[in-house]
């Protein structure tokens, strides 16, 4: 079965830590996708990897093909990235499968 | 704004009921795709469509049904509506499917009474 686990569910930080969010997938994927949903609801798509790392201002994006695992990275976080983080793999369809998100809390 | 458009964007109905939901992808995206997002279940694929034709499925009921229309904007319909179904609904696109980016809407918070 193909899952996606995102660790931690819930993460609270002060201003200017840097942050890490876990993703696990199960089996080969063809893609990896990071999303940030804002408090309105509204879903940004933040970055799409298979190897590597990209890099887009304050956060990165790496993936691990051999250990099956990604991490989202926020250097000098700030109140405005408080959101939830979604992790979602791609698998041999085009078909999405999500992890169930990282509410992050960043406080002044 | 991501360009993508869905209407309505709030929707109160009853059981039983059928609604439609619409969705413009941005200005030459082929690629569209819906997603459920509720409290229980988290976000889920529905399906997609590439230029016309579904190209993927996912977790669709059979109450439910989607086209994509010559003009690329996309319809989900679901009917014989049920309490559960009260979720929100988003619409994505992407210029080809599988490697580009998806694009979300600002997705259609239905309500179900």
């Known amino acids: 079965k193909n899952e996606v686990e995102q660790s931690p569910q819930n993460l609270t930080a002060q201003e200017g830590e840097f942050i890490t969010i876990n993703c696990s997938y199960s089996?080969?994927?063809?893609?990896l996708h990071w999303l940030q949903q804002h408090p309105g609801g509204g879903i940004v798509s933040l970055f799409m990897?298979?190897?590597g790392k990209k890099k887009h201002g304050r956060l990165i994006a790496t993936i691990n093909i051999q250990e099956k695992h990604s991490s989202l990275h926020i250097t000098a976080s700030h109140p405005r990235d408080s959101a939830v983080y979604i992790c979602?793999?791609?698998?041999?369809?085009?078909?999405?499968?999500f992890g169930t998100g990282t509410r992050l809390q960043v406080f002044p | 704004d991501s360009g993508v458009t869905q209407t309505p964007k709030h929707l109160i109905t009853a059981t039983g009921q059928r609604v439609t939901l619409r969705c413009s992808p941005r200005?030459?995206?082929?690629?569209v795709y819906w997603y459920q997002q509720s409290l229980d279940q988290g976000l889920q694929f529905l399906i997609q469509?590439?230029?016309?034709?579904?190209?993927a499925k996912g977790n669709i009921l059979e109450r439910f049904s989607a086209q994509q229309f010559p003009d690329l904007h996309s319809e989900l319909n679901l009917s014989s509506l049920e309490l559960g179904d009260s979720a929100l609904y988003f619409c994505?696109?992407?210029?080809?499917?599988?490697?580009?980016?998806?694009?979300f809407g600002p997705g259609t918070r239905l309500t179900v009474l």
């Open positions: 469509y590439y230029n016309g034709e579904e190209r």
């Open positions: 990897l298979s190897s």
């Open positions: 994505a696109s992407s210029r080809q499917p599988a490697t580009d980016t998806q694009y």
């Open positions: 200005s030459g995206d082929l690629s």
């Open positions: 979602a793999a791609r698998y041999n369809t085009d078909k999405l499968i």
């Open positions: 089996v080969g994927i063809s893609a």
